[in-house]
Every structure is written in C-alpha cells, then in structure tokens.
C-alpha cells in the first residue's frame, strides 16, 4: 500500500511510567515523518519523567532512572520536537 501525501505526516509512539494519562509521564518518545517525496525523517529522545519509572514499566520498555537521570525533562524539549 502506498500513501499518496499532499504533506507529511507524522506518526509518534510513546514509552512511559505507567498508563494513567493523568499522572503518569512520557520517558521517551520516537517520531516518524514521511513527506510526500518519500523522504522518511525518525527521531528518538529520552526524557526525564521528574519521578521514578516504576519497576514494572521498566521491564516492559527497557528504560530505567538511571537511563534518564541526565536527559531534559518533556517541557524543556517540547518545542524542539517537529
């Protein structure tokens, strides 16, 4: 199947602590851009989630705190992700 773009499109998927979209934070974060010509664009940043990733996620994604202990928390990143 191939896509007929006018303009990119972005596709993003999210690891995190928990699945409780009220107080669980995003750990990291992968973005996949397609544009119209075909050309692809993926990014992938660690975020520090400012609480500790329960020993549950962490053993689903493979992220841990000491993974993100150094990385930028999502609000200082947020606008530099496109």
């Known amino acids: 199947m191939g896509l007929s773009l006018k303009r990119p499109i972005v596709f993003f998927d999210l690891e995190t602590t928990g699945v409780?979209?009220?107080s669980d934070r995003i750990v990291e974060i992968s973005i996949l851009k397609l544009h119209p010509?075909?050309?692809?664009?993926?990014?992938?940043?660690?975020v520090n989630p400012q609480m500790p990733i329960p020993k549950?996620?962490?053993e689903i994604h493979?992220?841990?705190?000491?993974?993100?202990k150094e990385e930028p928390t999502f609000?200082?990143?947020?606008?530099?992700i496109s």
């Not at 692809?40 to 940043?45: A, D, M, P, Q, S």
């Not at 493979?62 to 993100?68: A, F, K």
């Open 75 to 80: 609000k200082a990143m947020a606008k530099s």
């Open 37 to 46: 010509d075909g050309k692809k664009e993926v990014k992938t940043r660690r």
């Open 56 to 58: 549950s996620s962490s």
């Open 20 to 22: 409780d979209v009220a």
């Open 62 to 68: 493979g992220i841990y705190d000491e993974d993100i």
